[in-house]
C-alpha cells in the first residue's frame, strides 16, 4: 500500500552499498575539523622568527616583520598584533609608534570586554583558542604601564601620570570582576608608585612635591606588603626620593621614615634641587611563554579523557644584572650605581596565571565531561539507527571518531604576549650639572661582564630629571 511505503526509510544508515563513503565522511569531517583548529592561532614560522629577532635584540626589524605579517596574526589575535607591534617599537625607543600601537591594545581590550555570549560559548564547545584573544590581565596593565613609559620618554609627563593612574585604577577594576577566593594576587603594582613619584618630581612645584611623597610612601607600603612574596627588596633610589621628599612633608613625617631607614643615604631635597638626576631603566630577559600542561585519563569504556591546561615557562637568560655610568666630558672619573629588580614581570606573570587556574579548571572539567557525554549520545544513537545488521559498526566509528574529536579539540590556550621583557630594574644618577657620556654594564650571575651598551650623550642643568633606557634579551 501507498501509505506504508511512505513509513519505510529510502536509504539506510549504514548498508553494503554506502559503508565506505560514509567512514570516508567521517574522516574527511574530522581532518577538516581538526585542520580548521590548527589555523585558530598565529604559525609557528611567525613566532619562532619575532622571538629570534626579539633574542638577538633586532627590535626595528621584528617591528617590520610582524606589520608586514598583519593579515597572519588573524582576527582572534589582532590584540597580540598590536601588544607585539608596541613593545619592539618601545624596545627599539621608537615611541611615538609605540604609543599608537598600545592605544590600540587598549582600545581591543575594552572591546573584547564585552565579548558576545555566541563567541564566548564556542570556548566551552570546542576550546580557549576558538575565541580572541583578550589577554591575561597582568598584560592589561601592563598596556598601561609601558603607555607610561614611553609618554615619559617623550617628556609628555601629564600624559605619563594619565597612563600610570590607570595601573591602580584597572587593577581596582579587575578584581571587582572575582569573588573573594578567586582574587588575583597582583593587586598593587609599587613600581607604576614609584613611576608617578619621579613623574611628579620633574613637575617641581609645591603640589608636585606632595603627589610624589604620596606615590613614593604608596610604593614603599607595595614593596614591603606585595612584592616581597617575589623576593624583591626596596630599591634604593625609592627610599632616597622618599626620605629626600619627607622633608618636604614636615619635620615629623622626616622623623618617622629616618627611623624606618636609619642607614640610608640620602641627599636633602634643596641639594638634590641643584643637582641633575639621571633614572636609569633596564629592560632585562625575555617573558615567559607558555606550554601545554597534559592530562590524560582513561575510561572504563575505553574513552580517553584530555584535560589540557596552559603553563608558564620561563625563557633562560644569562645578564641577571648591570650598573648605570656617566662621565663628565671634561673629567676621567666616572659616576656609577647598580641597577635593582623593581618590576618582576615573569613571575607576576606566572602567579596571575596560577591564580585563574581554578577558573580554568572548572572551565576545562566541564567542557570535557560534555564532550564525553556527547560522544556517548551519539554512540548510542548511531547503534540505534543502524539496527540489528550495523549497529554494533556504527555505534563503534561513531565512537572511535567523537573521541578523536574530543581529544584533539581539548588544547590549552597558549597565546600570550611574548614580546614583553621579564623584569625591569631601576638604577639613579645624581650628577652636577654638565655634560656627561652615558653607558651601561651588564653582569652574569658570576660577576663577569658580558655587554657594554652606549646610551649617548647628554647635557644636564641643574634640578633637570631625565629617563634613560635600555634592552638585553640574551
Known sequence: MPGSKSTQPSVKLYNPGNRSSALLLVVTSTFLFLASLLGCGISREITATVDELNAKGEYSQARFYVEEHAKDYGKRNRLLYQLDRGMLAFSAGEFR???QAFEEAEWIMDELYTISLSQEATTFLINDNTAPYRGEDFESVMVNLFLALSYANLSQIEEALVEAR???SKLTAINLQYSESQKNGYQEDPFARLLMGILYEMGQSSDD???AYISYSLALQGY???????GLAIPDMLVENALSTAEFMGEEEEKRLRERFPTQQYLPLVERQEKAEVFGLHLNGRAPVKEPDLVVLPMPDGFLLKLAFP?????PRTIVGARFYAKPLEDDTAFQANFSMAEPIGKIAKENLEDRKGRIVVKTLARVTAKYLAVKAAQQAAREAGGRD???????????TGNILAFASEEPDLRSWRTLPAEILVSKLTLPPGTYEFWAECFTASGGVVRKVELGKRELAPGEKILLQFRTTE
Open 97 to 99: 609608534e609605540a604609543i
Open 166 to 168: 590607570k595601573v591602580d
Open 209 to 211: 612635591l606632595n603627589d
Open 224 to 230: 614591603e606588603a606585595e612584592y616581597q612574596r617575589f
Open 311 to 315: 603553563g608558564y615557562k620561563p625563557v
Open 390 to 400: 550495523y549497529g554494533a559498526l556504527a555505534g563503534f566509528l561513531t565512537g572511535i
